[in-house]
Each structure stands twice: as structure tokens, then as C-alpha cells.
């Protein structure tokens, strides 16, 4: 399961010196509010997560957030139709970072399984980690799970290097006031989910929800190529 946040523990003797970024503190006293790895480090802007042991900012790094677990505050309410919703406590401004989400890992033959066994259940949801690799987080996962679609989201999918693992967060794509409801497009990120009625309730809804099976999104990456 791939929900714990970064450890000391870690063997880091085989990270790779290409993801040491190029920030650096400045000599003397240094601001309280004075950002380090922020939107113009090199690793940020290529989804990699700088490492606390050798990052040249040190505590002072502001690329660590899956590591660190810097989450919004959220909170999870019933929305009637749609059963249950993740909601925003705060304020959030376009690229923040909501939450993780996590799940088990599984791998392709787990996958096929498991979609058999859930036919018929109406919340189930696999998001593809790598290209042997799916997160299902109907079981096991955190309150990223309760985020539900909308054809007019207001958060996306980000995959971002986390030292030598594939992590998913969501991200704000536009700011959200506190006590928005925190949606993405289900059609462009969830694998195995059967046609089922929308109920966002946005001007350019859909009508319904389908997602692409697994293989069909492999294939069509592979026919842009």
C-alpha cells in the first residue's frame, strides 16, 4: 500500500545525482517567508520531489510535500446522489497540492482479476501507476477516494518521482474557495469503471461517466508516439 510518508529509514546510497536540483540557500540571514524550491526549481517543474538528504536547501526546501504529507484540510460529506464527497476546509489557489492518493499496488494479473470480482459494485476505481502498476483504492486508501467526478473538475492527476517510487497527488487546477467540493474528470484518469449517470450537474455535463479500460489507454498513448 503505498500510503506512508518518507522515511529516514530509506536506503538513499542509489539516488540519482540527476535529481539534485540546482536551488541553493544565500549567504546570511534568511527570511522567515523566503521560498526555496519553489515553481522555478528544476526538479518541481519535472514532477521529482527533492530528497531532505541532499537537497542544497536542506529544512528549508519546499519540495517535499508527498514526503512530508502537506496536505489541505479536507473534510468528507454526504451529496446526496453521488453518496459521499471530499470538501475543502481552505482556501486553495491553482497548483496547490490537495492529498495523495493511495490504494494497494497491484499488478496487471491482480488488475484483470479484480476487475472481474467487482462487476456489478458501483464504486470501484483503479488509476494506473506505472505501465505494470495500478492503484485500487476501494479497499484500502485515504480520503482521496471520496473525490468525486465532475465534467467541469476543479483538481487533476499529477504523477510525480518521489525518490524511487511513482506517487499520484491531486492538485488544484484553478483556485477553490473553503467549502468547495474537490472534484476531477473520472474520464480522463480512472481505469474499469462501467457507464454510469452524472450527476455533477454542470453546464457542459456529459450525461454519463465512462472511463477507458487499462488497455485502451496503453494504446492510445502508444499511437501518439
Given at each position: 500500500?503505498?500510503?506512508?510518508?518518507?522515511?529516514?529509514d530509506?536506503?538513499?546510497d542509489d539516488?540519482?545525482?540527476?535529481?539534485i536540483?540546482?536551488?541553493?540557500?544565500p549567504?546570511g540571514?534568511?527570511?522567515?517567508?523566503a521560498?526555496?524550491?519553489?515553481?522555478?526549481c528544476?526538479?518541481?517543474?519535472?514532477?521529482?520531489e527533492?530528497n531532505?538528504?541532499y537537497?542544497?536547501?536542506?529544512?528549508?526546501c519546499?519540495?517535499?510535500r508527498?514526503q512530508?504529507r502537506?496536505?489541505?484540510q479536507?473534510e468528507i460529506?454526504?451529496?446526496?446522489?453521488k453518496?459521499r464527497g471530499?470538501?475543502?476546509q481552505?482556501?486553495?489557489?491553482?497548483?496547490?497540492?490537495?492529498?495523495?492518493?493511495?490504494?494497494?499496488v497491484?499488478?496487471?494479473?491482480?488488475?484483470?482479476?479484480?476487475?472481474?470480482?467487482?462487476?456489478?459494485?458501483?464504486?470501484f476505481?483503479f488509476l494506473s501507476?506505472?505501465?505494470q502498476?495500478?492503484?485500487?483504492?476501494?479497499r484500502?486508501g485515504?480520503k482521496?477516494?471520496?473525490?468525486?467526478h465532475s465534467?467541469?473538475?476543479n483538481?487533476e492527476?499529477?504523477k510525480?518521482n518521489?525518490?524511487?517510487?511513482?506517487?499520484i497527488?491531486?492538485f488544484?487546477?484553478?483556485?477553490?474557495?473553503?467549502?468547495t467540493?474537490?472534484?476531477f474528470d473520472y474520464?480522463?484518469?480512472v481505469?474499469?469503471?462501467?457507464?454510469?449517470?452524472?450527476?455533477?450537474?454542470?453546464?457542459?455535463?456529459?450525461?454519463?461517466?465512462?472511463?477507458?479500460?487499462?488497455e485502451?489507454?496503453?494504446?492510445s498513448a502508444k499511437q501518439l508516439?
Open positions: 500500500m503505498n500510503d506512508k510518508p518518507w522515511s529516514d530509506e536506503d538513499d539516488y540519482d545525482d540527476d535529481h536540483c540546482n536551488c541553493s540557500l549567504f540571514k534568511i527570511p522567515d517567508d521560498v526555496f524550491c519553489g515553481k522555478s528544476m526538479n518541481r517543474m519535472l514532477n521529482i527533492c531532505k538528504k537537497c542544497p536547501c536542506g529544512d528549508r519546499q519540495n517535499q508527498f512530508r502537506e496536505w489541505a479536507t460529506r454526504d451529496v446526496g446522489l453518496g471530499l470538501f475543502t481552505q482556501d486553495l489557489k491553482r497548483g496547490d497540492f490537495v492529498i495523495e492518493y493511495v490504494g494497494e497491484i499488478d496487471d494479473e491482480a488488475y484483470h482479476a479484480r476487475k472481474h470480482e467487482y462487476d456489478g459494485e458501483r464504486h476505481y501507476l506505472d505501465s502498476h495500478v492503484i485500487d483504492a476501494s484500502r485515504n482521496g477516494r471520496f473525490i468525486n465534467c467541469n473538475p483538481c492527476l499529477q510525480w518521489v525518490g524511487r517510487e511513482m506517487r497527488g491531486i488544484a487546477i484553478k483556485d477553490i474557495s473553503a467549502g467540493e474537490l472534484t474520464a480522463m484518469e481505469y474499469g469503471m462501467k457507464r454510469q449517470k452524472c450527476y455533477c450537474g454542470e453546464p457542459n455535463c456529459r450525461g454519463s461517466i465512462k472511463s477507458k479500460d487499462k485502451e489507454k496503453v494504446l508516439e
